[in-house]
């Protein structure tokens, strides 16, 4: 699925990106690698962005909305960010809008890959340029990928749950997994990366395949029903590959019903405060941490050069399994996180100490060294 990937180091990514523009003719007036204003905004068409919603995630609104305000901000460029609220109508209205107000560049995270395509093909047949941000349009028309290396994402969520059993030395554990959103590529690589650290557990006899469902738009209410199906159906359960922290959160719930959380590890994504609550409260393994600042940085460096008519370069491409496109891209690094690294979060200043170090959990945080 992925063709001449070539993982940055994140670092390097936002910074050396783009701005090396081919075909660019402004002269230098490009925002510089330290977020310096553009020396003049004038020539600079208006950036639009569409969220797709704030219940499957914390980080939409948190992180990622706040990020690429900042970045367009600094660089003195006009943009408009809304959230779909995981409406697909919305989401097709919202960027008629925004090339109706003249967008010159719409940046998306789709809610599904048909919907985010009408939308891409639209703005195409428009002369906006477009940008695919965290989540791959399949089959779609955008100019660039900006996201994570999402199998190496999955990758580390396998590993940390097999950390996790072998550190409490459970023996032939029986694993349920809860995938995120059958609409959302993402989720797809995610499994690809977590299955190839269990199936060979599977089919070495070390480990036992539990039950394997799909939370349809990453839905935390409907991941406890079917976590709390999943554990009536394997009571057994040992251990849960939960896709992201709001699915992790979710099975923990039922969990602590039958006083289970904490003896049976479950894994995460996003870094979100709760999910770094659940790890210091001993009742989550783990969680992936991605450096959202790092992916907005990226992308409204490639939006604000094509606002400008540029053509940059990206440092890699991704394989769209659909089209066979090979779709220029940025990828970046995500880092496991457990108890004894949570502390690196804070420090990279995606969550302060005062919202992650509240009540019961102050004394965690002193535990786990976060100052
Ligand atoms: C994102 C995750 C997020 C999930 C639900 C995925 O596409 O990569 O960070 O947790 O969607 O919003």
Redesign the pocket.
């Known amino acids: 699925m992925r063709k001449g990937i070539l993982t940055i180091g994140a670092t390097v990514a936002a910074l050396s990106l783009g701005l090396t523009a081919c075909g660019g003719d402004d002269g230098g007036t490009s925002a510089t690698a330290s977020g310096a204003p553009a020396a003049s905004g004038a020539s600079v068409g208006k950036i639009g962005v569409i969220l797709?919603?704030s219940k499957?995630?914390a980080?939409?609104e948190t992180a990622d909305r706040k990020y690429l305000k900042e970045a367009f901000d600094a660089a003195g460029v006009e943009s408009d960010i809304q959230n779909a609220q995981g409406d697909k109508t919305a989401f097709q209205t919202i960027a008629d809008q925004m090339i109706t107000n003249g967008a010159k560049v719409l940046v998306i995270v789709n809610l599904d890959s048909g919907t985010g395509k009408a939308v891409l093909d639209k703005a195409q047949s428009q002369g906006v340029a477009t940008i695919d941000y965290?989540?791959l349009t399949l089959g779609g028309s955008a100019s660039y990928y900006v996201s994570f290396d999402?199998e190496k994402v999955g990758q580390l969520q396998g590993e940390g749950l097999v950390k996790c059993l072998t550190d409490d030395k459970v023996e032939k554990p029986i694993i349920a997994e809860l995938n995120?959103s059958p609409t959302?590529n993402?989720?797809t690589l995610f499994k690809n990366g977590y299955d190839s650290v269990l199936k060979p557990k599977y089919d070495s006899g070390e480990y036992v395949k539990g039950p394997d469902d799909s939370v349809p738009d990453?839905d935390n209410a409907q991941a406890g029903t079917i976590f709390e199906q999943q554990l009536t159906q394997q009571p057994k359960i040992a251990g849960v590959l939960a896709a992201?922290d709001?699915l992790g959160n979710a099975a923990i719930a039922v969990l602590k019903k039958e006083k289970l959380n904490g003896k049976v590890p479950v894994t995460g994504?996003?870094a979100t405060v709760q999910g770094l609550q659940n790890i210091l409260a001993g009742d989550q393994c783990m969680t992936v941490y991605?450096a959202i600042k790092k992916e907005a940085d990226a992308a409204s460096q490639l939006a604000i050069a094509l606002a400008k008519g540029e053509k940059p370069a990206a440092p890699a491409t991704v394989k769209d399994p659909e089209s066979n496109r090979d779709v220029p891209s940025v990828l970046l690094d995500p880092q496991a996180i457990y108890f004894d690294n949570v502390k690196d979060v804070v420090t990279d200043g995606y969550v302060t100490k005062d919202e992650l170090c509240t009540g019961d959990f102050a004394a965690k945080c002193t535990e786990a060294g976060v100052s």
């Open positions: 797709p919603d499957s995630s980080r939409w965290d989540r999402n995120g959302d993402n989720a990453w992201n709001g994504q996003d991605k």
